[in-house]
């Protein structure tokens, strides 16, 4: 079993415009001053520089790391194919039930105000 982690890993990334991560590496935790050079926050995830990128180097049928970048950007849209197919409906769903359960609420809390105004 592997020990849990102290020291929290802090990343630099490259992304496409879409926000589709097509690499990371880790990096040391950067200095305060650093940050505030750069106008930079270090996020929920650990990342704090991001390389932006068109990803028009992927299209070029010379570069060798293309088909890398494809399977990770592959993998990000069948992600989101999953939660948009899978746990919208179920989320949507459930608010439905949710408000119905607050409808349901307020009717109840009317009748227990009309019955404590007719007890006085």
């Not at 991001?50 to 990770?72: A, T, V």
């Not at 746990?87 to 408000?99: C, D, G, N, T, Y």
Request: contains cysteine.
């Amino acid at each position: 079993m592997q020990r849990p982690r102290k020291r929290p890993i802090y990343y630099n990334a490259c992304r496409l415009y879409d926000q589709t991560v097509i690499a990371a590496f880790p990096d040391r935790k950067p200095l305060p001053k650093k940050l505030k050079f750069y106008h930079a926050k270090i996020g929920e995830d650990g990342v704090f520089g991001w390389d932006i990128r068109s990803g028009s180097e992927l299209r070029d049928c010379n570069y060798e790391g293309r088909i890398r970048f494809q399977d990770i950007i592959a993998n990000s849209l069948n992600a989101r194919r999953a939660v948009r197919d899978i746990a919208l409906p179920a989320i949507q769903a459930l608010s439905q039930e949710v408000a119905e359960l607050r409808a349901q609420l307020t009717r109840i809390e009317g009748l227990f105000k009309e019955q404590g105004k007719a007890s006085s």
